[in-house]
């Protein structure tokens, strides 16, 4: 469990002044990345490869951090009081922080085995298996967010869904954990050892664009959507080998490679680790609140 600590806030602006702030100090660029399991923009949702999950159900639990006590807080902040929505909640990862604050949560997880999982973890939440574009709401919600699964949604309905399922006045909230190396060398070799792999675009070793770009690019021209805000959260973590290896395990780019290869890779990477890996998390949060 995270606690509030654990973290820093590095850098927080809104969409109008955001670029104005950028100054030296702020996140070195390879932080600036996709998560892994992010597939390219342009592309359509691999329904097949976003409930691989359900496959690596312990290694998620182990390996995955959670989220900052102070993200929970603020987005409750922001949100107007109501019930709340999660989109793709996974094992609960999220969902722990949120039900602790008494919310009247429901959430919506396609694959029957992750769920399972969240059920045992926060049994206080209502969960609705299967993807969100087939959810109907049976109410108006205060208060959507989405950690580590908005790239799921279809990139042509997300916001349209999200739009339907709030009230007025009601926030929408899209989040998530970012995992780096912090040894640029270190990271190089094992970011070869993917591409030997063909482990590409959503490798944990790559350097990427910054996801909050992409909602920010959504949302801007979109007048049902207004107040957007961007903040970021960083900590220092060190990881065992076993536990890096686990969570390699729990990304969907290494999990669709066939079990001979995905084992050989393991066992390469293994082999770079040492005994622990100095890791940099980060946490890009996306808040706007609907119009009307």
């Not at 807080?73 to 109501?82: F, K, M, Q, R």
């Not at 209502?126 to 993807?131: L, P, S, W």
């Not at 079990?259 to 040492?274: D, F």
């Amino acid at each position: 469990m995270c606690h509030s600590s654990d973290f820093r806030l590095v850098s927080m602006w809104s969409r109008t002044i955001r670029h104005a702030l950028l100054r030296p100090g702020d996140p070195p660029a390879w932080l600036n990345r996709h998560p892994p399991d992010v597939e390219e923009e342009t592309m359509t949702v691999d329904r097949k490869r976003s409930v691989v999950f359900g496959e690596a159900v312990e290694e998620y639990e182990a390996a995955r951090p959670g989220y900052p006590d102070r993200l929970v807080t603020e987005v409750l902040e922001y949100a107007p009081d109501g019930p709340v929505l999660e989109v793709g909640a996974g094992t609960g990862k999220a969902t722990a922080g949120f039900a602790a604050h008494g919310v009247d949560l429901t959430c919506v997880e396609p694959d029957p085995r992750m769920a399972a999982a969240l059920t045992r973890r926060c049994p206080q939440a209502k969960v609705e298996i299967g993807i969100f574009e087939d959810y109907v709401p049976d109410k108006a919600f205060a208060l959507l967010y989405s950690a580590q699964a908005w790239h799921w949604v279809d990139r042509d309905r997300r916001w349209d869904l999200a739009h339907a399922a709030l009230a007025p006045s009601g926030a929408v909230a899209v989040f998530w954990n970012l995992y780096g190396v912090t040894d640029p060398d270190l990271r190089a070799a094992l970011a070869a050892v993917d591409r030997r792999y063909g482990v590409t675009t959503s490798s944990l070793h790559l350097d990427h664009s910054d996801r909050a770009e992409v909602v920010e690019h959504e949302l801007a021209d979109d007048p049902r959507f207004t107040d957007l805000d961007y903040r970021h959260y960083a900590h220092a973590d060190r990881y065992s080998a076993g536990r890096y290896l686990d969570l390699v395990r729990s990304i969907s780019a290494y999990r669709i490679l066939d079990a001979e290869s995905r084992e050989r890779l393991l066992r390469e990477i293994g082999a770079l680790l040492g005994d622990e890996v100095d890791m940099t998390l980060t946490t890009d949060l996306f808040l706007g609140r609907r119009a009307d």
